[in-house]
């Protein structure tokens, strides 16, 4: 009898821990977007827009990142309105990058800065 029950306990046990592991095997790619060095010499705060939502707000030495499905991500980076002079956004809307993530990606990017804009550039892990 001890031993049925420890049996029909264990049964139980290993039955609800099904579902658990299945749901920690769901797909999805991690993208990471920093702004610690600085290569955007802006004191502005800077949005970053996933599929055309405003998705995080970073000031310089910050960094942001997402758990997103795999496929195709359209990124957008823009200077928003804040506290500081000159922040105001510019009358033309910022192209977009499309980065392509694969379930278990592990992508960072940093916020660079040229005289077209600002955009997204590979970068290291450095774990």
Not at 4 to 28: R, T
Request: aromatic share 8%; glycine share 8%.
């Amino acid at each position: 009898m001890r031993w049925s029950a420890f049996s029909l306990f264990g049964l139980l046990s290993l039955i609800a821990a099904v579902p658990s592991v299945h749901a920690a095997g769901e797909d999805y790619g991690v993208l990471i977007i920093s702004r610690e060095r600085l290569e955007v010499s802006t004191n502005c705060e800077i949005g970053v827009y996933i599929q055309d939502q405003l998705s995080a707000r970073l000031f310089q030495e910050q960094s942001t990142s997402f758990n997103l499905p795999p496929g195709n991500v359209s990124l957008r980076l823009k200077l928003l309105p804040g506290q500081a002079q000159g922040c105001n956004p510019g009358m033309l809307a910022p192209g977009s990058q499309i980065i392509t993530l694969k379930a278990g990606d592990v992508l960072k990017f940093r916020i660079a800065m040229t005289q077209e804009g600002m955009y997204l550039k590979p970068a290291a892990l450095e774990y």
